[in-house]
Structure formats: structure tokens, C-alpha cells
């Protein structure tokens, strides 16, 4: 059964074609600058790279030309589009009401819609992937997966925030939790690892990318994860700074004169990495301007993985007790130094990592880090949030019988 995995941002698409009886993934590609007059479409099929040139005004256009691509006579991987079966389409916040990928139908679409208000740069996006796969594709079955969904089984205790409690119930202000979907394949992946079941396992899970969040699973379910409301919150992240004293907002708007969109906009754009360091957002720049005598790149290291390590400190507290940890994420899965600093001074809780293994664990693969003698299993495992999508996309098709 061929799975198209859709991810849309406000000007790009990122796709996966996948073949889900042996999971093999038949094309894959990411369109960008959508709007803009010239768009920049990086396909790879079977022939290897292509970049096609094009222009989409939006996200409708830009499904045409992904389309074409992959029934392309030359670098093409399928002979019609009616091949598709299936579009998974990765939706980023779900509110309270799904805790599961659902088939996508006109109140599915109500739901997606009311819950922009919560995220309102990615939910508009993601519907508008949806109207053009649905009006391209109209045979194939629509799945949304949500990156809320995952944390759906937080206890009351772990999202309400200790705020007037009628906001919660007004304007919906809890904690949901984001990178759902990388959280729980990641989870998977350790247990088969492990060779224990997922329900016998105590984990915490960092996914460490640009957005960075740190999830406490207990038999397989999410129980405590560091985004909240937003994905403002929690770890330090390449330009958002997580967690901070929320007077500084007024403190700042009184002394600087700074409009709250002014200030909004410097805590998600101009703050983390970026803001400690001065100089990227990039975790590849702010190591290698430390080890050149960067003194703020250095800072910013430090209280990246300063928060991390609190981070791990407190889910072990909410576990009681932690069967493995799982690094994942562009830097959780290449950065030596993060996961070094990181799990430092860590044997008190039983973490304790092998030197050598984490030294060489880059490059994509998934790999074992911790030492001998340590009580908590340190994992390297990369995350493919796509192939979660299609696999739970199959999953309701296979429920509805469609498949
Ligand atoms: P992601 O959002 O998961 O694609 O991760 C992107 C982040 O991964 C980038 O901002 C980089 O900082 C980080 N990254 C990628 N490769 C490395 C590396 N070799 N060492 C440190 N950080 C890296």
C-alpha cells in the first residue's frame, strides 16, 4: 500500500512516499519559499536528487508539482497518483479531543480549525495541506496525526497550570505538549532495542532539534512532557529560552517600551541559543565558536544543557524509577558534547555514560551509549516522525476497512 506523508509549514511541504508493506520509503522531498516566485523543490526518487524548477503561489500548486514529481517519467516513482492510497498529514495541535490519528472528515476539519487559535503559525498551514491533497487526491484516505495527541494521557496534576482555573476552562490554557509523534517512535524503537516490552519500560525521551522537548513515558504513555500551551516552554531551544519568570514580560514592557508583539516575537525568534549566544541558533556554530574562546557561545552550551540535565533530574523524580534514557533530534542525535554534559554527574541517578560509545554515535544510527555499569540503558535513536505517520495513517485505513 503506498502512504503519502505530508507535513506542511506556512511556505514549505515536506513529503515521504512510502511503500508500507516492507515500510520503504519510495520518494521523499521538501518544497520551499511557497509563494515566493520562484519555489525550490529538492526531490529524491529513485534517480537520485532532482531539483526541478518551479513556482507555487501555495500550498495547492505545491502538491500539483510534488504529484508530478512522483509520477515524473524520468525521476517518477509510481505510474498514477491513484496509487496513493492513503495521505498522512502531520497536524500540530489537536486541542483536548484527539488523543489518536483520525480519518479526516468536515468535523475533523471544524476541530483542526478551532484549535488555530492555539497555533495559529501551523494549524492554518496543515488545513491547507489538507484541502489540496483531499481535492487531489479525493479517492485516498485522509489521516490527520496530531503532535498533541501523544500527551493526550497527561494527568490533570501534569497540565493544569497553577493559574486561575476557570482560563483552563474558558480559553482552553493547559499544558498539550508537542513532538508527539517523535516521542512515541522513538519510545518503540528503545523498547525493541531494550528487547522488553514498551509497557514494561519507564523512559525519558529528548528530542533535541531546533525545537527542543523532554517527554516522561511510563508504559508507553506520555505522563509529563516540557512544551505546555505553546512550544514556548521547557528546554532551551535554538531561538525560543523555554522556561522564565513570566513578570519579565510586564518587567520588560514597563523598562524597554516594547509593544507585546515586540516581545513575543524577541521570546520566540531572538531568545535561546540565538539570544544567549548572539550568534546563531544553530548548535554546529555555538560549539564550534566555544572551542574557538567564545566566551557567550560557551554560556549558551552551558545552560542548554544545564536545563536538560535539570529536565532529567525531575522526570526521573516523577518516574521513580528510569529504565532508559533516548537522545533524538538533530543535536540529541549528533551532538557528543550535549549528551556528554548533559548525563555528567548523573551516577547518583544511575546514569552513566561509555565514553567511547558516545563519541562515535553520529551519523543516523541507532546505538546503545551508556556504560557497562550503568543502571539506566542511554539511548541514540533518530527519529522519523514520517514513518509514524504513515504506519498510524495504515492503521485507520486498516480500521475502516479502506485498506
Ligand atoms: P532538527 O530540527 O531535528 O533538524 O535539528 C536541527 C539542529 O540540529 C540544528 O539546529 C543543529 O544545531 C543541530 N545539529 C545537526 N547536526 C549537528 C551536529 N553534528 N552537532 C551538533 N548539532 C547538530
Keep these: 500500500m503506498k502512504v503519502f506523508v505530508i507535513?506542511?509549514?506556512?511556505?514549505?511541504?515536506?513529503?515521504?512516499?512510502?511503500?508500507?508493506?516492507?515500510?520503504?520509503?519510495?520518494?521523499?522531498?521538501?518544497?520551499?519559499?511557497?509563494?515566493?516566485?520562484?519555489?525550490?523543490?529538492?526531490?529524491?526518487?529513485?534517480t537520485g536528487k532532482v531539483e526541478p524548477e518551479?513556482?507555487?503561489?501555495?500550498?495547492?500548486?505545491?502538491?500539483?508539482?510534488?504529484?508530478?514529481?512522483?509520477?515524473?517519467?524520468?525521476?517518477?516513482?509510481?505510474?498514477?497518483?491513484?496509487?496513493?492510497?492513503?495521505?498522512?498529514?502531520?497536524?500540530?495541535?489537536?486541542?483536548?479531543?484527539?488523543n489518536q490519528a483520525v480519518r479526516i472528515d468536515n468535523k475533523v476539519i471544524k476541530a483542526i480549525e478551532d484549535c488555530a487559535k492555539l497555533a495559529p503559525l501551523h494549524n492554518p498551514p496543515n488545513l491547507a495541506g489538507i484541502a489540496a491533497a483531499k481535492e487531489?487526491?479525493?479517492?485516498?484516505?485522509?489521516?490527520?496525526?496530531?503532535d498533541t495527541a501523544f500527551h493526550n494521557t497527561l494527568a490533570k496534576r501534569a497540565f493544569v497550570y497553577a493559574l486561575p482555573y476557570e482560563w483552563y476552562k474558558k480559553y482552553g490554557i493547559r499544558r498539550y505538549g508537542f513532538h508527539?509523534?517523535?516521542?512515541?517512535?522513538?519510545?518503540?524503537?528503545?523498547?525493541?532495542?531494550?528487547g522488553r516490552p514498551l509497557s514494561k519500560l519507564n523512559l525519558i525521551t529528548a528530542h533535541l532539534g531546533n525545537g527542543c522537548s523532554i517527554t516522561?513515558?511510563?508504559?508507553?504513555?506520555?505522563?509529563?512532557?516540557?512544551?505546555?500551551?505553546?512550544?514556548?516552554?521547557?528546554?532551551?531551544m535554538g531561538t525560543r529560552g523555554g522556561d522564565m519568570d513570566p513578570a519579565i514580560i510586564f518587567h520588560l514592557a514597563g523598562k524597554s517600551g516594547m509593544s507585546l508583539e515586540e516581545i513575543n516575537k524577541a521570546l520566540q525568534k531572538q531568545?535561546?541559543?540565538?539570544?544567549?549566544?548572539?550568534?546563531?541558533?544553530?548548535?554546529?556554530?555555538?560549539?564550534?565558536?566555544?572551542?574557538?574562546?567564545?566566551?557567550?557561545?560557551?554560556?549558551?552550551l552551558e545552560i542548554f544543557t544545564y536545563r536538560l540535565k535539570k529536565y532529567i533530574g525531575a522526570y526521573t523524580a516523577v518516574l521513580g524509577k528510569v529504565d532508559g534514557l533516548v537522545f533524538t533530534g538533530g543535536i540529541g542525535e549528533n551532538s557528543v558534547a550535549v549528551r556528554q554534559r548533559?548525563?555528567?554527574?548523573?551516577?547518583?541517578?544511575?546514569?552513566?555514560?561509555?565514553?567511547?560509545?558516545?563519541?562515535?554515535?553520529?551519523?543516523?544510527?541507532?546505538?546503545?551509549?551508556?556504560?557497562?555499569?550503568?543502571?539506566?540503558?542511554?539511548?541514540?535513536?533518530?527519529?522519523?516522525?514520517?514513518?509514524?505517520?504513515?504506519?498510524?495513517?495504515?492503521?485507520?485505513?486498516?480500521?475502516?476497512?479502506?485498506?
Excluded at 512510502?18 to 520509503?25: G, I, L, P
Excluded at 508504559?219 to 516552554?233: D, F
Design 271 to 300: 531568545s535561546g541559543l540565538l539570544g544567549i549566544s548572539g550568534l546563531s541558533n544553530d548548535m554546529r556554530d555555538i560549539i564550534q565558536a566555544g572551542k574557538e574562546g567564545n566566551e557567550r557561545a560557551r554560556l549558551a
Design 136 to 146: 487531489a487526491l479525493p479517492k485516498a484516505v485522509q489521516v490527520a496525526i496530531f
Design 54 to 98: 518551479c513556482s507555487a503561489k501555495n500550498h495547492r500548486d505545491g502538491l500539483a508539482l510534488i504529484l508530478e514529481s512522483l509520477v515524473h517519467p524520468q525521476y517518477g516513482v509510481i505510474e498514477n497518483i491513484e496509487q496513493i492510497e492513503v495521505v498522512g498529514h502531520r497536524v500540530v495541535h489537536g486541542g483536548e479531543q484527539f
Design 342 to 403: 548533559a548525563v555528567e554527574g548523573l551516577s547518583g541517578l544511575g546514569m552513566l555514560l561509555d565514553q567511547k560509545a558516545n563519541e562515535t554515535a553520529t551519523g543516523g544510527q541507532a546505538c546503545e551509549i551508556s556504560a557497562a555499569n550503568s543502571g539506566v540503558k542511554i539511548l541514540v535513536i533518530p527519529t522519523n516522525e514520517e514513518l509514524l505517520i504513515g504506519r498510524q495513517s495504515v492503521e485507520v485505513a486498516k480500521e475502516l476497512g479502506e485498506a
Design 216 to 236: 516522561a513515558i511510563r508504559a508507553g504513555q506520555s505522563v509529563e512532557t516540557s512544551m505546555g500551551l505553546t512550544p514556548a516552554e521547557g528546554l532551551v
Design 180 to 194: 508527539g509523534t517523535s516521542h512515541q517512535y522513538v519510545a518503540q524503537r528503545a523498547a525493541e532495542m531494550l
Design 7 to 46: 507535513n506542511c509549514g506556512s511556505s514549505s511541504i515536506k513529503y515521504q512516499l512510502f511503500d508500507m508493506t516492507d515500510e520503504s520509503v519510495l520518494a521523499k522531498g521538501l518544497l520551499e519559499r511557497l509563494g515566493n516566485s520562484g519555489a525550490n523543490l529538492q526531490h529524491q526518487g529513485k
